[in-house]
């Protein structure tokens, strides 16, 4: 599936103000998403989750009650959650990195902020099906890899590794003894 043909694409739109969902829906509808699904709050959005195939959720920060911060701590950590690898679009009008960091350490595959344009979720789209990061689980967080890009500088105990060596340099074998792994 390339990003021009999105028409047999399932999305979940989660927010609580019905303006704003129709807004979402009205812009997917532009782009020709096949399907679009509505949620206003994270038990609703998780239900929607657990009875469709959804492939794209889009989900407001302020919910209520709850947030989306809720939802895809949920979505990603409960063991009953259907797809934890879901790409989760956060949308939300205060783009203050302190933010940004917070969806990000959830496990927010993007983040997009409000007002949102068409051509804003077109990159998205792009960035999630064009470009998709793997997923990580390490020290308490599961989701897409945070680092966007890999810099020789940074020698944190996380580092990363190139294939066949693990943290420590060696090579690695099976790395379920607590290292970073990438699924």
Request: overall charge neutral; glycine content about 8%; some cysteine.
């Amino acid at each position: 599936m390339s990003v021009g043909d999105l028409s047999q694409v399932s999305v979940l739109v989660v927010d609580d103000n019905l303006q704003m969902r129709a807004v979402v829906r009205a812009i997917l509808r532009g782009l020709s998403v096949g399907q679009v699904l509505e949620a206003e709050t994270v038990e609703q959005a998780f239900d929607q989750v657990r009875r469709h195939n959804v492939d794209v959720i889009f989900c407001d920060w302020v919910l209520n009650p709850g947030s989306g911060i809720d939802f895809v701590l949920r979505l990603r950590r409960d063991p009953r959650s259907p797809n934890p690898y879901l790409p989760v679009i956060m949308m939300s009008a205060h783009a203050e990195r302190s933010r940004i960091e917070r969806a990000r350490d959830a496990g927010v595959t993007e983040f997009l902020v409000k007002p949102i344009t068409i051509n804003a979720v077109l990159a998205k789209f792009v960035e999630i099906i064009e470009r998709p990061r793997p997923f990580i689980r390490c020290n308490g967080y599961f989701g897409p890899d945070r680092r966007r890009r890999n810099d020789p500088r940074y020698a944190g105990p996380e580092r990363r590794q190139p294939d066949g060596v693990d943290g420590a340099g060696r090579p690695s074998g099976d790395q379920s003894d607590g290292e970073t792994v990438l699924l």
